[in-house]
């Protein structure tokens, strides 16, 4: 049995990008800190990410003359959520983007106003890009840890918090207990856990081995785990971002190629199919069956010339062809008959599309004019699509905007903080806008860095 001495003032379980900021920000206000990864380094699925963070008010926006508000911010997020998450982390969120990114900038992450895109769908230039992606940021954090006192052990994997007493003041590591002030969960989602997504994230878990995740292999829902185990509640079911894929490789393809058009069973389109790619998968799960199929004819396959990855290149969609994977028909009446669908919808709906294209407009769903390309020349096509690329998870602990870990009455468990991808709350059943995880894990990060130190400290 350990001595009940103090080892340190926080333990910060996992190094992405809410347990380094956690660390660095605990250790800024004076705490002894441990930070522990599974990993063999840290960096997480913050390392393997594209970088984005959505933020309002910031001085990349305003170089680019860019006028927007976080009052703005805040209410389309909840607004296209239909208030289905809880505000007063929303609102942390938004209200701490500016200075965090700030933060991160004095890190030495490089935020180029060139790199500015319109991230959610309200189109506002909040998606700041760093340069040099997730790894950058990951990389900045770590360094940031460098003279500071912070303890970094990696290849070790936490399960269980020591709890004694309704507190939280240690973790167990191979049967020896660790005792701190408080406690750091940060350990990320749990996209690579097979029960969880069961038990969590039907909409993922329902595709069954066409369902795959793209990020850290530590992703294994340990946080959740943990805290459970101490009476933590979880909170938001079914949530998390699936990115769209026709299942016949693991490649990840952020946007499918513009020329496609999506139907559903029922033979109709249902979405402008350029909608950003947080609301297209969440828009195609509510269709009949939660998939769809991608028309294309043989104009299209033959100039598939410059392909947004290569699956789609007249090559492999060659082979797909041959594989059987691809429905290919003589006729859109065949066509229908080979996908199920009343043939007379169908015909119908291309007909309808390619007196849009003539026209240079698509009156139903108003994809842009560069973007329309007719279903005019035999043979036609066929891929199925399903939103079945796990990006992240977003059922987790419930925390409030202190970060700290909520029990099932809605008190915090004392000595315990959460921060990033392994809490709940904060996303609604459609991704606001891409860079909202990366935002989270930071914001909230430090948030859990500064009051574990300060709890600890008293
Ligand atoms: C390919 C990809 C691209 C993405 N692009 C973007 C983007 O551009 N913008 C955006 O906002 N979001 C993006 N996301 C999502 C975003 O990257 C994550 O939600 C966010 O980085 C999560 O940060 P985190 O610190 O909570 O978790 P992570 O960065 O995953 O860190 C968790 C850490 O905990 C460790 N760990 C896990 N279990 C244990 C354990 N039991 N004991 C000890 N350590 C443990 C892991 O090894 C890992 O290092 C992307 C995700 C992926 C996969």
Not at 382 to 411: F, H, K, M, S
Request: charge should be negative.
């Amino acid at each position: 049995m350990a001595s009940m001495q103090r080892d340190y003032d926080v333990i910060v379980i996992g190094g992405g990008g809410a347990g380094l900021s956690a660390a660095t920000t605990a250790a800024d206000r004076g705490a002894r800190v441990l930070l522990v990864d599974a990993a063999d380094k840290v960096g997480g699925s913050t390392a393997l990410s594209g970088g984005v963070f959505w933020a309002a008010e910031t001085s990349v926006q305003r170089a680019l003359g860019v006028t927007d508000s976080v009052a703005d911010q805040f209410r389309y997020y909840m607004n296209v959520n239909q208030h289905k998450l809880e505000p007063a982390l929303v609102q942390r969120l938004c209200a701490d983007g500016a200075s965090t990114l700030e933060w991160l900038q004095s890190l030495g992450v490089e935020f180029r106003s060139e790199d500015l895109y319109r991230a959610g769908a309200d189109g506002m230039l909040r998606g700041h890009r760093a340069y040099g992606h997730g790894a950058a940021i990951a990389e900045a954090l770590e360094g940031s840890l460098s003279g500071k006192s912070v303890d970094v052990v990696t290849n070790t994997r936490i399960r269980q918090l020591y709890f004694e007493k309704g507190s939280v003041s240690g973790i167990i590591s191979d049967g020896t207990t660790v005792h701190s002030g408080a406690v750091v969960i940060a350990t990320g989602g749990f996209g690579k856990s097979p029960q969880f997504l069961n038990e969590l994230y039907p909409d993922a878990a329902k595709h069954g081995d066409l369902a795959w995740y793209i990020g850290s292999p530590h992703a294994q829902g340990d946080g959740l785990f943990m805290g459970r185990a101490v009476g933590a509640e979880l909170v938001g079911h079914n949530r998390g971002l699936l990115l769209l894929t026709t299942g016949f490789v693991r490649e990840l393809e952020p946007y499918l190629p513009p020329w496609l058009i999506y139907l559903n069973e029922s033979g109709r389109r249902f979405i402008d199919e350029r909608t950003e790619y947080s609301v297209l998968a969440a828009v195609l799960k509510e269709q009949p069956g939660g998939t769809c199929q991608a028309i294309f004819d043989d104009a299209a396959r033959r100039n598939s010339k410059s392909p947004p990855s290569s699956t789609w290149s007249t090559e492999r969609l060659d082979e797909f062809v041959a594989r059987g994977l691809i429905i290919k028909a003589e006729s859109l009446v065949e066509l229908a008959a080979r996908l199920g669908m009343p043939a007379a919808t169908l015909v119908t709906t291309i007909t309808n599309y390619n007196a849009d294209c003539a026209a240079g407009h698509d009156s139903r769903f108003f994809k842009a004019p560069e973007c329309l390309q007719p279903v005019l020349t035999p043979p036609f096509y066929a891929a199925p699509i399903y939103p079945a690329v796990v990006c992240w998870t977003g059922t987790g602990l419930r925390i409030d905007r202190e970060a700290r870990v909520l029990n099932a009455a809605d008190q915090p468990i004392p000595g315990l903080y959460a921060a990033g991808e392994t809490t709940g709350g904060m996303f609604g059943e459609c991704y606001a806008a891409g860079g909202a995880s990366i935002a989270n894990a930071i914001i909230f990060g430090r948030t859990a860095g500064v009051n574990a130190a300060e709890w600890a400290a008293a």
